[in-house]
């Protein structure tokens, strides 16, 4: 069995939801009443988007590469973000790293692939929605991306931050997501949305895709089943 190291913390609700599907997914396959070794540094979530925020990804770099070596060290066979957001780097610590690293944004795109879904949306924070790293990973399977307009994203940034990864779950925001995603479905003839930040599942469910009538993509549960395919 390997041993997964989490680089956490960003946020901390994501990381436990992580923690928890790990373990339950992994126990669906093996029956045998084990559980799995789990790694996890908790960085600061406050001090990375700082780097995000003055654009400096060298100290983003350093930051999260440290953690690599910190989970590397206490014996982790491979490592990943659990967070769509730090993976703006996520190139340059795979290619620094001594262990391998598992994408959630490769992921997901093989999702997509596996579904034959043509034209996803993304929802995530700003720098998900405009890094440009989902969209590179995406154009090598010649899928385009649609994101919000900016006042959309703008409000669906804030609303991550000040809400979300605080578990602050309020019906008026849920709504606005709701109506921009609808809109997306409109006028971007969307056929899928990437929930692409690990807060979103946390309002965003399986019924409201159902309402909807597109599928959403749960970058956290994509991106475990991955992780404890490369456990088993």
């Known amino acids: 069995m390997k041993k997964p190291g989490i680089i956490g913390g960003i946020g901390p609700e994501a990381t436990v939801e992580y923690y928890h599907l790990i373990n339950t997914k992994y126990r669906d396959i093996i029956t045998d009443g084990s559980y799995p070794e789990i790694l996890i540094h ?15 990804m060298e100290g983003l770099v350093t930051y999260l590469g440290a953690a690599v070596n910190s989970l590397t060290a206490a014996g982790a066979d491979f490592a990943l973000l659990a967070s769509n957001t730090p993976h703006v780097v996520f190139d340059r610590l795979a290619e620094e790293a001594s262990i391998p690293m598992i994408s959630i944004v490769e992921a997901t795109r093989d999702e997509v692939i596996k579904r034959g879904l043509k034209k996803p949306g993304l929802l995530g924070t700003r720098f998900t929605m405009t890094g440009g ?35 602050n779950i309020k019906s008026e925001t849920k709504d606005e997501f709701i109506r921009i995603i609808k809109r997306m479905q409109k006028d971007d003839g969307i056929d899928s949305i990437i929930l692409g930040c690990t807060e979103l599942p946390l309002i965003l469910f399986p019924e409201d895709s159902a309402a909807i009538g597109i599928p959403f993509l749960n970058t956290t ?12």
């Open 42 to 56: 908790s960085i600061d979530m406050t001090r990375m988007i700082g780097y995000l925020g003055k654009n400096d």
């Open 133 to 167: 790293f989902y969209q590179d990973v995406f154009s090598q399977a010649t899928l385009d991306i649609s994101i919000p307009a900016e006042t959309e994203r703008d409000y669906i940034h804030d609303k991550i931050f000040s809400e979300l990864v605080f578990a």
């Open 221 to 232: 549960e994509i991106h475990v089943d991955r992780i404890v395919a490369e456990i088993t």
